[in-house]
């Protein structure tokens, strides 16, 4: 560390302003939760926190592969038909029983990663378009399996457990978002794995020079984002009785935007795994609370004010937010040259 | 540095080889056309050339924006959502009362309204870039996220049928025999290339995506240059939101320009305009366009179903993206 001081001082300032950014996020969380819980009778009642964790977990699995992507200073356009592909494979195996369903949509989960990760390690296709390509893969492949029509899943084994069920009182959905988080949390912060991360999304060239496994942490990146994608699919499946090969489109980019929201730079190098759950927390919200405004009867805002009101929202935080504006570069432009 | 690349590039001697990856889409193209000639039954008609270009031009019309806007260095994810809001807004105005009592200023309105609007959201998109210093893939995620949700909330969310010969000749009418959108489409491309090879602006553009810095430094006034590139994006997306309610004779803000983003970048990298920014090809795009589209109708023409050809098309990307890089020394 101490051999690169021309780095340093850079370094510490976008790390003191994504810390600064970090605690925007929670304290906006916050706030929203407190004007929720003062202003609506039942905002912070069991039935409507556990459904909004319920449905949202898909989100914020999406949200954690494409954060530990972002860090890398990639992009992973590919989550949303991950998901689709996922969502309809688990739905074909789900009469097999709870887990071939959950484990053929991962497997097609890394299938995915892999290609993407081949394509961006490999190849070196920018990842906007490696997965861009992926993602257009995936679809076809989702449809391709489904015929075009929803799968329905079976009923005869637990496999809507997955999604529909309860454990400890905490929805299932919401268990595996919160173990994934933690087991990003603890990827991303105290293991080698997750300093490579840092290290090539900050300096890829340095990290290469230092002898670091940059392109198998690239790779893996690519995975880990395409099985948490896949992860989401299969709580799609249970959670609606369907693997929906349609379903999925633009989950990519409002992962990118939670991810923004959270803090986490797209120039790579730095990022949370806590304050993306943050910001997808923060851009669910924003629709349960307009639900909660029009059931006051003060005003009639239709479901669509809610993308209107999210878009609002990520620009005020893009504007407010040293972090984003910090360093500017342009989409594309690989650090290796 | 580009200029130097440029140069010796130049200068090494063209071999067939390197010819044909570095216009591979050109290459694809006259691959497919022969083979659909051999094949494909009916290929060989003024029919299916119209089909084709009609299918093809909102595409062509986007990635004209989009050219400018990557050679920039930048890259615009709105123009899915600014083409719903063309498109909610052209009927509004066409079906307001103001509009049925004066068929003609109606239809002229139904025109110019939506167009100016989504260019001055673009320019609003320009302004976010410029002034806050934000990364165009972020700045231009608020009206992707956004956008959509205003052309719902201007419709409620319904769908707009309508029946207007004179507004819907941008769709479908055609001129001596050649659809009508299929002429805007080559004015754009021509007006673009055109701007790019042959005006101060055009090579304002290329300064600020080749280095900005340096662009800068020898007084390209680059902010200005940026804001008018991401305007110029929406006014195409507000064109083709025009063109694409004018076909379907409806309009429905859920579904006009859904993924477009994403088809109009596709056909841009394809047609060979590198994402650093500094240089680009505005027929290049047109390509591009034309050969996905040319796949796609080629696989479904020959029984192939369509979510095969989706995968195939995510191929032709990666494949034509991989094949140019390799061409190119960097």
């Not at chain 2, 589209?293 to 990666?318: C, E, F, S």
Request: aromatic letters at 8%; charged letters at 10%; a positive charge.
């Amino acid at each position: 560390m101490s051999a690169l001081p021309a780095n340093a001082n850079p370094t510490v300032r976008s790390r003191f302003s994504a810390w600064a950014s970090q605690q925007r996020v929670l304290i906006a969380l916050f706030l929203l939760i407190l004007f929720g819980a003062l202003r609506y009778d039942h905002f912070l009642g069991a039935f409507n926190v556990l459904s909004v964790l319920r449905y949202n977990s898909m989100f914020a699995l999406t949200g954690l592969g494409m954060c530990f992507v972002i860090i890398t200073a990639g992009i992973d356009l590919s989550v949303g038909t991950t998901a689709a592909l996922a969502s309809v494979v688990s739905a074909m195996l789900s009469p097999m029983g709870v887990l071939p369903g959950l484990l053929g949509g991962l497997a097609a989960g890394v299938a995915v990663g892999a290609i993407n990760g081949f394509m961006v390690t490999r190849m070196k296709i920018l990842p906007f378009i490696a997965t861009l390509s992926g993602e257009l893969a995936a679809s076809g492949t989702a449809l391709l399996l489904a015929h075009n029509q929803s799968v329905s899943v079976s009923y005869d084994t637990d496999f809507t457990w997955l999604g529909q069920g309860d454990f400890l009182g905490f929805p299932v959905p919401a268990w595996i978002a919160l173990i994934a988080y933690v087991y990003g949390s603890i990827v991303l912060n105290y293991t080698s794995f997750g300093r490579n991360i840092l290290a090539v999304g900050g300096n890829e060239e340095a990290a290469r020079l230092m002898g670091l496994p940059v392109d198998r942490v690239i790779f893996l990146t690519y995975v880990q984002s395409s099985v948490f994608a896949s992860l989401a699919g299969v709580i799609l499946a249970a959670q609606f009785g369907a693997g929906q090969p349609a379903e999925g489109v633009g989950w990519e980019l409002f992962s990118i935007a939670a991810v923004v929201v959270g803090g986490t730079l797209l120039t790579g190098g730095v990022g949370s795994v806590a304050t993306t759950l943050a910001g997808v927390l923060l851009l669910g919200l924003i629709f349960n609370v307009l639900n909660f405004e029009n059931g006051m009867g003060w005003i009639s805002l239709s479901a669509y004010w809610q993308s209107v009101v999210r878009g609002v929202f990520l620009m005020v935080v893009v504007m407010a937010g040293p972090g984003t504006a910090k360093r500017v570069v342009r989409l594309g432009q690989t650090k290796t040259g | 540095m580009v200029d130097a690349q440029a140069v010796v590039r130049m200068k090494a001697p063209l071999n067939a080889l390197g010819f044909l990856k570095r216009y591979a889409a050109v290459s694809a193209i006259v691959v497919l056309l022969a083979f659909n000639f051999a094949v494909t039954p009916n290929f060989a008609t003024w029919q299916t050339l119209n089909v084709n270009l009609t299918q093809v031009a909102t595409i062509v019309i986007v990635s004209v924006g989009m050219t400018l806007v990557i050679a920039t260095g930048g890259i615009d994810l709105s123009v899915g959502s600014l083409m719903a809001i063309s498109g909610a807004l052209a009927p509004l105005i066409f079906l307001s009362p103001f509009g049925r009592a004066h068929l003609a200023i109606g239809n002229i309105l139904a025109f110019v309204v939506p167009v100016v609007v989504a260019g001055l959201l673009g320019l609003f998109n320009g302004w976010f870039i410029t002034r806050f210093r934000v990364q165009p893939i972020v700045a231009t995620l608020v009206l992707f996220i956004a956008g959509r949700g205003i052309g719902q909330v201007i419709t409620n969310g319904n769908l707009q049928t309508f029946k207007n010969p004179s507004f819907q000749f941008i769709g479908l009418g055609r001129v001596f025999g050649v659809p009508c959108q299929v002429l805007v489409m080559l004015a754009l491309v021509a007006a673009a290339a055109w701007t790019l090879r042959r005006t101060l602006f055009g090579r304002q553009i290329l300064a600020v995506g080749g280095n900005e810095k340096a662009a800068r430094l020898a007084g390209v006034p680059v902010a200005p240059v940026k804001r008018w590139v991401y305007a110029i994006s929406g006014l195409c997306a507000g064109v083709a939101g025009l063109v694409v309610v004018s076909i379907n004779s409806s309009s429905d803000a859920n579904l006009v320009g859904l993924g477009m983003e994403l088809d109009a970048i596709a056909a841009v990298a394809v047609g060979g305009t590198p994402f650093t920014g500094g240089r680009a090809t505005v027929v290049g795009s047109l390509l591009g366009a034309l050969l996905i589209q040319l796949l796609r109708y080629t696989l479904l023409a020959n029984g192939v179903p369509d979510a095969a050809a989706l995968v195939v098309k995510g191929a032709i990307i990666a494949g034509a993206v991989w094949s140019q890089q390799r061409s190119m020394p960097s």
